[in-house]
């Protein structure tokens, strides 16, 4: 019912930038929170930073001051620019988007299918 489509990660040497994208599309009545989450090799994965629907953003103390969270409400997207990048950013990064679907009362998580980050030192 709802698709998040990820876009933007790559290959970066330490010190550059990269900007993800994330497109929630499909019957979406609302989306609540947005969001990224990354998971490096052997390791859990970490909340980056989450935005709600007003604007009001929450950071991982490792990106603060580095990375800006940010969304379109009018196109379901949410966006990371990540600048000054360190070799420990590199991991797959997951956006989510809390979504309700068109004929329901209850908000369900959905997650993209991730996308590469690699920053070379």
């Known amino acids: 019912q709802v698709q998040l489509v990820e876009s933007g990660g790559g290959l970066v040497q330490a010190g550059g930038s990269l900007r993800l994208s994330c497109a929630a599309s499909?019957?979406?009545?609302?989306?609540?929170?947005m969001g990224w989450y990354r998971q490096a090799p052997g390791k859990q994965r970490d909340l980056v930073a989450t935005?709600?629907?007003?604007?009001?953003?929450n950071y991982a103390d490792s990106v603060k001051g580095r990375f800006t969270i940010s969304r379109d409400n009018a196109k379901n997207t949410v966006y990371l620019q990540m600048n000054s990048l360190k070799p420990e950013d590199t991991a797959v990064y997951y956006c989510?988007?809390?979504?309700?679907?068109?004929?329901?009362?209850?908000?369900?998580?959905?997650w993209g299918q991730g996308t590469q980050v690699t920053v070379s030192s």
């Open positions: 989510y988007a809390r979504v309700r679907v068109k004929g329901s009362y209850a908000y369900t998580d959905y």
């Open positions: 935005i709600t629907s007003g604007g009001s953003t």
């Open positions: 499909g019957s979406i009545s609302s989306v609540a929170a």
